[in-house]
């Protein structure tokens, strides 16, 4: 009898500030990647599938996405560019109130 079957792998490569496409919020992404492997006997082999994707940790929004964009952020990431300038806020949207601003806010 042979047993044969699959095992997924979840890496988390970074953590980035961008504008989440989902809420809208300037939050912080984890960039991950999910390995899926092939096992036999429980023991696992080789990769067959894998898949990078962003994860807003605001909203909890995941949006898949190709590896050569998961490479440029995270190459963005280690150069410490989070698509911010030095020193600078994360690009504001509409109606929001950075922190220390907000009259309702103690």
């Not at 792998?9 to 500030?17: C, M, N, S």
């Not at 809420?23 to 067959?48: D, S």
């Not at 898949?64 to 030095?86: N, V």
Request: aromatic content about 14%; proline content about 8%.
């Amino acid at each position: 009898m042979i047993i044969f079957g699959t095992k997924g792998y979840l890496y988390q490569l970074a953590v980035l500030t961008m504008v989440c496409g989902w809420c809208g919020n300037p939050a912080a992404h984890t960039l991950r990647k999910r390995v899926t492997k092939f096992t036999l006997f429980f023991v696992p082999l080789f990769p067959f599938s894998t898949k990078y994707a962003t994860q807003c940790t605001f909203c909890g929004g995941e949006r898949q996405i190709p590896r050569e964009e998961a490479d440029r952020l995270l190459a963005q990431a280690a150069s410490g560019q989070d698509g911010t300038a030095y020193g600078q806020a994360p690009q504001q949207q509409p109606g929001f109130t950075p922190p220390g601003q907000n009259p309702y806010q103690r």
